[in-house]
């Protein structure tokens, strides 16, 4: 009889942690080229949906979201939140007035492209010269082959899905 309440009680802790975690945490494949280097096509990458009710998203996260009158799910980094002003002008990125480095971005060094961000503002992107509170910018870590917010505007907060939990 202890045996069995043992046995019936580690299935029920078992199939607990596994709700909790599904309910946490969703694993997403990258599909497509547009996150590298930073995650090859195929990844799996585990995606924190709780952490958005505890705490705000940051620049540079990489969030994984529905982009606007779509039903696809991507994942992009966070380049622009509320309240900034955003622009590109010679393979640089400007927010506020300032220069703001990118670390995960590869070195022209290391690429045979000669600019790896086409020059643009936020104005002409979205007609707006800040990011109005509940949305963010978001783009591909391989600029040259991502969708992102240059092509289809701002990200609402109400559709990230979470951020991704293991990032460089």
Do not use: W
Not at 11 to 34: H, P
Not at 103 to 110: H, S
Not at 138 to 155: P, T
């Amino acid at each position: 009889m202890k045996k069995r309440r043992i046995a019936f009680t580690t299935v029920g802790i078992c199939l607990m942690a596994i709700f909790l975690k599904n309910l946490i945490f969703v694993d997403y494949k990258v599909e497509g080229v547009s996150m590298q280097p930073t995650y090859e096509e195929g990844r799996l990458l585990s995606i924190n949906k709780l952490g958005l009710y505890f705490d705000a998203i940051n620049r540079f996260d990489v969030v994984v979201f529905y982009p606007p009158n779509s039903e696809e799910i991507y994942v992009k980094r966070v380049i622009g939140l509320p309240g900034d002003e955003i622009h590109y002008k010679d393979d640089q990125l400007y927010v506020n007035g300032k220069v703001i480095k990118e670390p995960f971005l590869p070195t022209r060094e290391k690429t045979d492209v000669t600019k790896l961000t086409g020059n643009f503002t936020l104005e002409e992107i979205i007609e707006k010269r800040k990011i109005p509170e509940g949305y963010i910018f978001v783009i591909g870590d391989n600029r040259l082959r991502s969708r992102d917010s240059r092509h289809f505007g701002l990200v609402s907060v109400n559709d990230v899905i979470g951020t991704v939990g293991d990032q460089k």
